[in-house]
């Protein structure tokens, strides 16, 4: 008789095999764990960029965030009810076939830039086109403007000079880089710009890539303020020093002028976050510090306007102390080739993304808390869409 044990060893396999075997099994298992679980395999965002300069030796995939507790968001991810889009939205992300401006979907232009930071201002928004126009494959506009109300990378081409022509526009961009990028904040709060880029460029809009800096809203405010002063005592003669508004004064007439538009829309004060349609239009951008923060209101209508996926949702506070991760996030969201580590941490490191702000017009306790309860409501929204901590601007 034969024993079991003499029949195993009779076909007993090389060592090295079973330890492929063995390794296999367990590959399979964990990638039977991982189905099973709901988990979805990616490649970390971290492997774009790449190790030495210029080597690149990585295989692209279609860009998700994968950094350990991220607040970064991309629009299709996100749990939107387009319901809730007015019957005007473009609707070129397809969700559905509502748009009442299907004609203009043949592009006057064939050559629109591809990259927008829309907002908001004072987010970090001058400092991320700053990194990007570092990239040589990317040009920024008027990257060294000299203008007293345009930042570095502005043009306000579709919000404030819509009325001149596109080969001005285009002369805005002086660069080598054929990936064309625009960092007009005003765009975020103007509900004019989703239809003049659609006349513009048409189904085009479907491969440009969008990118929303949002700040803590009352911090913002704060920094709306301090370089709405340094500008005009700077640079207008209109803003003597005897007309100059004090901070306090200005806050008393933003909220006034606020609550005024609200009533004149007919909208119930007690519950304004439930109304976003009647808020559509409601100032024009630079005019109401309040109503520039109302980030789920902007970001609602632009999610009702272009493709979910080409929109991307960076924290302002997350960007400022981890600006070298963000910054790399970026470069693959808009699909430029990978940096080195070595060249990313010398891009950030020129230009701070948060620049010290002087300890003079700080607003009171009283002020900050006043500002931050009518943005408490919409932020609560906000957060839940975007799947925030509750506390993150508390």
């Known amino acids: 008789m034969v024993h079991d044990h003499a029949v195993a060893d009779s076909v007993a396999l090389p060592f090295s095999v079973k330890c492929f075997f063995s390794a296999s099994l367990i590959c399979l298992s964990l990638c039977y764990w991982y189905l099973l679980s709901g988990v979805t395999v990616f490649t970390d965002v971290s492997n774009n960029i790449s190790d030495e300069?210029?080597?690149?030796?990585?295989?692209?995939?279609?860009?998700?965030?994968?950094?350990d507790g991220t607040l970064t968001r991309l629009g299709s991810h996100l749990?939107?009810?387009?319901?809730?889009?007015?019957?005007?939205?473009?609707?070129?992300?397809?969700s559905r076939d509502r748009s009442e401006n299907a004609e203009l979907s043949t592009a006057l232009h064939d050559d629109c830039p591809k990259v927008y930071i829309i907002g908001a201002k004072r987010g970090g928004t001058t400092s991320l086109i700053k990194y990007l126009s570092e990239h040589p494959n990317?040009?920024?506009?008027?990257?060294?403007?000299?203008?007293h109300a345009l930042a570095a990378g502005e043009t306000g081409y579709?919000?404030?000079f819509y009325y001149k022509s596109w080969a001005y526009y285009k002369e805005q961009f002086i660069g080598d880089g054929e990936v064309l990028g625009d960092s007009s904040v005003n765009n975020l709060v103007n509900c004019h710009v989703p239809g003049r880029m659609y006349k513009a460029c048409g189904e085009n809009?479907?491969?440009?890539?969008?990118?929303?800096?949002?700040?803590?809203?009352?911090?913002?405010f704060q920094s709306h303020f301090r370089f709405r002063d340094h500008v005009h005592n700077g640079f207008s003669t209109r803003y003597s020093a005897k007309n100059r508004l004090s901070l306090s004064s200005f806050v008393e007439?933003?909220?006034?002028?606020?609550?005024?538009?609200?009533?004149?829309?007919?909208?119930?004060?007690?519950?304004?976050?439930?109304?976003?349609?009647?808020?559509?239009?409601l100032f024009i951008p630079s005019m109401n510090a309040i109503y520039e923060g109302l980030y789920l209101f902007h970001l609602d209508y632009w999610l009702c306007n272009v493709p979910a996926e080409n929109v991307l949702i960076l924290n302002s506070e997350e960007f400022f102390n981890q600006t070298a991760e963000i910054f790399s996030e970026v470069i693959d969201f808009i699909g430029l080739s990978p940096l080195s580590k070595k060249t990313i941490l010398s891009i950030v490191s020129k230009n701070p993304a948060l620049e010290l702000e002087d300890s003079e017009n700080l607003l009171s306790q009283t002020e900050y808390l006043q500002i931050q309860?009518?943005?408490q409501?919409?932020?609560?929204?906000l957060f839940e869409l975007l799947q925030w901590p509750d506390s993150l601007w508390s």
């Open 138 to 147: 990317f040009t920024a506009a008027n990257i060294n403007s000299s203008h």
């Open 158 to 160: 579709f919000s404030r």
């Open 205 to 220: 809009m479907k491969s440009m890539k969008f990118i929303v800096l949002l700040r803590n809203p009352v911090e913002r």
């Open 373 to 375: 309860d009518i943005y």
């Open 79 to 94: 749990q939107f009810d387009y319901e809730t889009c007015p019957r005007s939205s473009l609707m070129v992300n397809g």
């Open 53 to 67: 300069a210029g080597s690149g030796a990585t295989r692209r995939v279609f860009y998700i965030p994968t950094r």
């Open 253 to 281: 007439r933003e909220i006034d002028r606020y609550y005024e538009k609200l009533l004149k829309r007919g909208l119930d004060l007690n519950g304004v976050e439930n109304q976003l349609n009647k808020l559509q239009c």
């Open 377 to 381: 409501p919409f932020n609560a929204k």
